[in-house]
Nanobody, 119 residues
């Protein structure tokens, strides 16, 4: 069955960096758009970024553009999110999902990884 396992979260000071990873299994990873989404306390699910099947297209939410970088390694079935210049408002549980931006609410998600940005 489809399985997604996120890791790499933690506590970081404002301005710091984290790199999230997502290990995918149970489906043809290289054939799927993949996204990162997040959910802050008391808020709904927010799309953060997606990456196309062939690495050619990456999209970002305005709130993270210029600070976050999405990437994938199809040989390893891995998805990544490099997060730089982190802000307190980036605090959330981050999930990877096997959909693009247009369908991010309906994809399979893992258990998530907590990112907390605080001094």
């Amino acid at each position: 069955q489809v399985q997604l396992v996120e890791s790499g979260g933690g506590l970081v000071q404002p301005g710091g960096s984290l790199r999230l990873s997502c290990a995918a299994s149970g489906f043809a990873f290289s054939r799927y758009y993949m996204s990162w989404v997040r959910q802050a306390p008391g808020k709904g699910l927010e799309w953060v970024s997606d990456i196309s099947v062939g690495y050619g297209s990456r999209s970002y939410a305005d709130s993270v553009k210029g600070r976050f970088t999405i990437s994938r390694d199809n040989a390893k079935n891995m998805l990544y999110l490099q997060m730089d210049s982190l802000k307190p408002e980036d605090t959330a549980v981050y999930y990877c999902t096997n959909t693009g931006k247009g369908n991010f609410n309906n994809g399979v998600r893992g258990q998530g990884t907590q990112v907390t940005v605080s001094s």
